[in-house]
């Protein structure tokens, strides 16, 4: 099969198009005929060498780890799948990742891609959705009237981020550049703090929750919106814990574990059209195409989801 892998650690020019052996199902797994992947940042971290001591792989390494597709083999312990149908999930992290035209996935992290969605939104959810959901749910308890704020919200972990929040009955403020104002309040976000025009710390007070995705002086700043008991998830780096502690803030650098329930469960919103996929740049499963879409999620400034299609 047709694979897009990296040799050795290093810049985009490491990425490769390559023929590897076909994936065959061990008894929990399937196989997908993959139709789509999506873009993440710990695709070009990982490619960088960054996660090396964390992940310690084996070459070639294919990367990617957003899966949409079609069920060709079943494993013979799988139960709820079967050949045909239309999934998607976020495999466990090893050195067979999406940039190819199979992969295998164990059964239990699948869920059913509704009727109404394309191949490519779907490939759009797993990774980015699952890490706003974890970090919204699991660790920062949102319910119902808190108030939640979310950075960058028109990257793809917050364009979910502020979709779940809602829904969930939060007050949603988010920040964004202004070309991204219009998108955030779309998604239904109360309130869109325009980072080159104002500074949102100053603008907030008394928040229940942040998710920081940008780090650095950033979520330093975002302590200062949190209300005594507050909650702080970032999906970058780990919040200082001294000053956590002076106001008794829960915070913590969220890795996301892959949940075929939790996955179907978005599922379910989606077919209900509660939850949206913002698609901002599509590119072909070659060498110069991969590279070209790591470069743009290297700038931090891609708009919604960035889809590799097959």
Same mark, same amino acid.
């Given at each position: 099969?047709?694979? /897009? ?13 390559? $023929? ?10 399937? /196989? ?28 070639? /390494? ?14 013979? $312990? ?72 979310? !950075?960058?919200?028109?990257? %793809?972990? %917050? ?33 869109? /703090? ?65 949940? %075929? ?19 901002? !740049? ?29």
């Amino acid at each position: 099969m047709k694979a /897009i892998v990296i040799e050795q650690y290093g810049g985009s020019e490491q990425l490769k198009e390559m $023929n590897i052996q076909k994936p065959s199902a061990r008894k929990n797994e399937v /196989i997908v005929k993959l139709h789509a992947t999506s873009i993440n940042p710990i695709d070009w971290k990982l490619r960088e060498g960054y996660l090396q001591t964390m992940m310690p792989f084996e070459f070639p /390494i294919i990367l990617g780890w957003d899966a949409s597709g079609i069920i060709e083999e079943v494993g013979e $312990n799988v139960e709820g799948f079967k050949a045909g149908d239309r999934v998607f999930a976020r495999p466990e992290t090893t050195n067979r990742g999406t940039y190819a035209e199979y992969t295998a996935v164990d059964s239990h992290l699948l869920a059913k891609i509704p009727d109404n969605i394309s191949f490519e939104e779907a490939a759009c959810v797993p990774l980015a959705g699952l890490t706003a959901w974890q970090c919204l749910f699991d660790f920062g308890e949102v319910k119902a009237g808190d108030k939640v704020l979310i !950075h960058a919200g028109a990257g %793809g972990v %917050g364009t979910f981020a502020i979709q779940l929040a809602k829904h969930a009955g939060a007050y949603v403020a988010a920040t964004a550049s202004t070309h991204n104002v219009e998108l955030l309040q779309s998604l239904g976000a109360d309130q869109v /703090i325009d980072y080159k025009k104002q500074d949102f710390e100053t603008a907030l007070a008394d928040f229940d929750f942040v998710l920081d995705s940008l780090g650095g002086e950033n979520q330093e700043k975002s302590f200062t919106v949190l209300r005594e008991g507050g909650r702080m998830a970032s999906i970058v780096s780990e919040p200082d814990q001294e000053k956590a502690a002076l106001r008794n803030i829960k915070a913590k650098n969220i890795w996301l574990v892959p949940n %075929g329930e939790q996955l179907a469960k978005m599922a379910d919103l989606l077919a209900q059209g509660k939850l949206k996929v913002i698609i901002g !740049h599509r590119f072909p499963l070659t060498a110069e195409g991969i590279k070209e879409a790591h470069a743009l999620s290297e700038t931090h400034h891609a708009k919604g989801k960035i889809v590799i299609e097959m």
